[in-house]
C-alpha cells in the first residue's frame, strides 16, 4: 500500500498570501496524483490530476508541481472561500486507492 | 449532466446492517468501474470499495479496503444505473458520511464526479 503523507496538517495564511501545502508518497507514483478541496458539509472538489493539472473550472491561483515522491499545491492571492480541508490522492497503484490525511488551510 | 445521488443511511446498532445506494445518470454506467468512500467525522477521506464493470475480463471483479474486507460488499444493477453498499457487521469506527464518486477520464482514477453523501451512523 502507499501511504501519502501531508504536512502541514494545519495551515494558517493571511487574505491575498500564498498557501503552500505538502504531499509526499511512500513510493514513487510518477505524477499520478490529485489534490481535492473539501468544505465542511460538502463533497470534495477536484482541483488538481496528473500533479500539475487544473480541472475544469478551478481558478488559475491553484497549481500543483511534483513528480515521483514528492508533490506541492500552491494557492496564490488566498481567498476567504478557500477555507477548507485539502487531500492528496494516488492512483498510481491500487487497490487501495490512498488518500494523505488532509491539510487543514485557515484564514488568518 | 453527471449526477450521483447516495442514499440509504441511517442510525444504526453495532453488529447490524444497512445499504447505501448511490443513483446516477449522465454518463455511461454500465462501462465505469464504481467507487464508494467515506470521511469519518474528524478524519480525512477514505477509499471503500471498487467494482469493475460487466466488461472486465478478469476474476476480481470488486476490490475492498482492509477495514471492510469481509463485512461490505459492493454490487451494481446496469439496469437502473445504480451502485449499492452492503453494510454488515457494522462497527462504531464505520460511522462516517459515504461517498460515491465518478471519473470522466475513463481510465485513471481520479474522481470528477461526487455525491453529496450519505451518512452512517453506528451506535448503540
Known amino acids: 500500500e502507499i501511504v501519502m503523507t501531508q504536512s502541514p496538517a494545519t495551515l494558517s495564511v493571511s487574505p491575498g498570501e500564498t498557501a503552500t501545502l505538502s504531499c509526499r508518497a511512500s513510493?514513487?507514483?510518477?505524477?499520478?496524483l490529485a489534490w481535492y478541496q473539501q468544505k465542511p458539509g460538502q463533497a470534495p472538489r477536484l482541483l488538481i490530476y496528473?500533479?500539475?493539472t487544473r480541472a475544469t473550472g478551478v481558478p488559475a491561483r491553484f497549481s500543483g508541481s511534483g513528480s515521483g515522491t514528492d508533490f506541492s499545491l500552491t494557492i496564490n492571492s488566498l481567498q476567504s472561500e478557500d477555507v477548507a480541508v485539502y487531500y492528496c490522492?494516488?492512483?498510481?497503484?491500487?487497490?487501495?486507492?490512498?488518500f494523505g490525511q488532509g491539510t487543514r488551510l485557515e484564514i488568518k | 449532466e453527471v449526477q450521483l445521488v447516495e442514499s440509504g443511511g441511517a442510525l444504526v446498532q453495532p453488529g447490524r446492517s444497512v445499504r447505501l445506494s448511490c443513483e446516477t445518470s449522465?454518463?455511461?454506467?454500465?462501462?465505469?468501474?464504481m467507487h464508494w468512500f467515506r470521511r469519518p467525522p474528524g478524519k480525512g477521506l477514505e477509499w471503500v470499495a471498487l467494482?469493475?464493470?460487466?466488461?472486465?475480463?478478469?476474476?476480481?471483479?470488486?476490490e475492498y479496503a482492509a477495514s471492510v474486507k469481509g463485512r461490505f460488499i459492493i454490487s451494481r444493477d446496469d439496469s437502473k444505473n445504480v451502485a449499492y453498499l452492503q453494510m454488515n457487521f457494522l462497527r462504531a469506527d464505520d460511522t462516517a458520511v459515504y461517498y460515491c464518486?465518478?471519473?470522466?477520464?475513463?481510465?485513471?482514477?481520479?474522481?470528477?464526479?461526487w455525491g453529496q453523501g450519505t451518512l452512517v451512523t453506528v451506535s448503540s
Open positions: 490522492q494516488q492512483y498510481h497503484n491500487w487497490p487501495p486507492i490512498t
Open positions: 467494482i469493475r464493470s460487466k466488461s472486465y475480463g478478469g476474476t476480481r471483479v470488486t
Open positions: 496528473a500533479a500539475s
Open positions: 513510493q514513487s507514483i510518477t505524477s499520478d
Open positions: 449522465g454518463f455511461m454506467f454500465e462501462d465505469s468501474v
Open positions: 464518486a465518478w471519473y470522466a477520464s475513463g481510465r485513471y482514477f481520479y474522481f470528477d464526479y
